[in-house]
Each structure stands twice: as structure tokens, then as C-alpha cells.
T-cell receptor
Framework: DAGVTQSPTHLIKTRGQHVTLRCSPISGHKSVSWYQQVLGQGPQFIFQYYEKEERGRGNFPDRFSARQFPNYSSELNVNALLLGDSALYLCASSLTASPAYEQYFGPGTRLTVT | GESVGLHLPTLSVQEGDNSIINCAYS??????FIWYKQESGKGPQFIIDIRSNMDKRQGQRVTVLLNKTVKHLSLQIAATQPGDSAVYFC????????????FGQGTRLTINP
């Protein structure tokens, strides 16, 4: 079975631009969570979606938004990019609405903002 | 508050020795703890978990110990192998039913031949 997939794998953007990252969960998983991992640190929670509804949000500015589609895939959008947004963006999927107990992570999208 | 920290950023061990990676947490209400392994270019991979009502749990070559009195947990890897080289994170669920994991900074484990 395929695991969590993310696209693109790498991305380079300029300050002020907008970016869209995509995630496909494991088949049958209805919950998707997004994490930001800055180099040398642990992942930080951004969003969690279950059944297309936002169920949790971390301490990130409104420049960050996300949505989940009927097929449970998800997009993370970041507007007005800053240098500090450079990070590995991880997507995790799980079966249940309380996803923290059984999360499976994708390989991430490496975003570089110049 | 919600914070998980690690005592050491790097750990170097000889192949075949046992490795111990430590983690401190501050939230006494934390319900559940997980150790993840992250290899270069990959996302975190689940290793082992432990609920707050337990003090020890064993898996294949790994053991997690939880000391709630001092808010400390550790990951023990037996007979460390080259494939164990990675960054190890402890993570906590800050309260029962929480939607998120709170990760620590991570410890890089290096295996010497």
C-alpha cells in the first residue's frame, strides 16, 4: 500500500510569493495534519483536518491556510512568503478524528524562500 | 505549558552497544508519548509509544521508560546497528484527545563502526 505522498518534493520561492503544497493520505485515512519542521528542530503543528473540516490549528499566522478535499487529500497554502518560512513541510494522515495517536508521516516538501 | 525538550542534541555510540536517548517534558497532563525516528530526507517514522498510565514498554530492540515523577522519558536501543543512525524525536499528546503532537528538538544518533 502507498504511504502518505506529498508534492512537490522541493520548491524554491521568492519572498512575497505564494505557495501551495499538496498531500495525499493513506487510502482510507480521513484525517490530515500539517507540520512545519525548521532545520535542526522538531516538527511544529500547523493544521489538522478531518472530514473536510478544520479540527485544530497551531500558532501560525493567517498567511497559512489549508483545506481538505472530498477525496481526503489536502492543500497547504502560504501567502506573502517570508525567509523564515523556509522549512520542511510534513503531512501526516490518520484514520480517526483524534489523529495524534496514529499518525503516519509523508516525506515532506522542502520549501526554500530566497 | 506545552514543551518537550531533549537533554543532548547529539549522541555517538559504538556499533553493538546500547543507546539511551533522553527526553524531558513539562506538561504533567500529557497523556501519551511517542518516539519517532527521522532519517535524512524522510518524514518521522513511528518507533514506540507509551501511555501515561504505564512506566515501561518494550518493542523489538527498543524500550521506552516513563518517569512521571520527574517528567522524563527515555528510549533505549539495544545492540545499536548502522541503520539506527538518524535523528530521534520524542513527542507528546498534551491532553487526551488532542489534535496535535508536540515534538522535542531531537537527538542525532551516530553509530561508530
Amino acid at each position: 500500500d502507498a504511504g502518505v505522498t506529498q508534492s512537490p518534493t522541493h520548491l524554491i520561492k521568492t519572498r512575497g510569493q505564494h505557495v501551495t503544497l499538496r498531500c495525499s493520505p493513506i487510502s482510507g485515512h480521513k484525517s490530515v495534519s500539517w507540520y512545519q519542521q525548521v532545520l535542526g528542530q522538531g516538527p511544529q503543528f500547523i493544521f489538522q483536518y478531518y472530514e473536510k473540516e478544520e479540527r485544530g490549528r497551531g500558532n501560525f499566522p493567517d498567511r497559512f491556510s489549508a483545506r481538505q478535499f472530498p477525496n481526503y487529500s489536502s492543500e497547504l497554502n502560504v501567502n506573502a512568503l517570508l525567509l523564515g518560512d523556509s522549512a520542511l513541510y510534513l503531512c501526516a494522515s490518520s484514520l480517526t478524528a483524534s489523529p495524534a495517536y496514529e499518525q503516519y508521516f509523508g516525506p515532506g516538501t522542502r520549501l526554500t524562500v530566497t | 505549558g506545552e514543551s518537550v525538550g531533549l537533554h543532548l542534541p547529539t549522541l555517538s555510540v559504538q556499533e553493538g552497544d546500547n543507546s539511551i536517548i533522553n527526553c524531558a517534558y513539562s506538561n504533567s497532563a500529557s497523556d501519551y508519548f511517542i518516539w519517532y525516528k527521522q532519517e535524512s530526507g524522510k518524514g518521522p517514522q513511528f518507533i514506540i509509544d507509551i501511555r501515561s498510565n504505564m512506566d515501561k514498554r518494550q518493542g523489538q530492540r527498543v524500550t521506552v521508560l516513563l518517569n512521571k515523577t520527574v517528567k522524563h522519558l527515555s528510549l533505549q536501543i539495544a545492540a545499536t546497528q548502522p541503520g539506527d543512525s538518524a535523528v530521534y524525536f520524542c513527542a507528546e499528546i498534551p491532553f487526551q484527545g488532542a489534535q496535535k503532537l508536540v515534538f522535542g528538538q531531537g537527538t542525532r544518533l551516530t553509530i561508530n563502526p
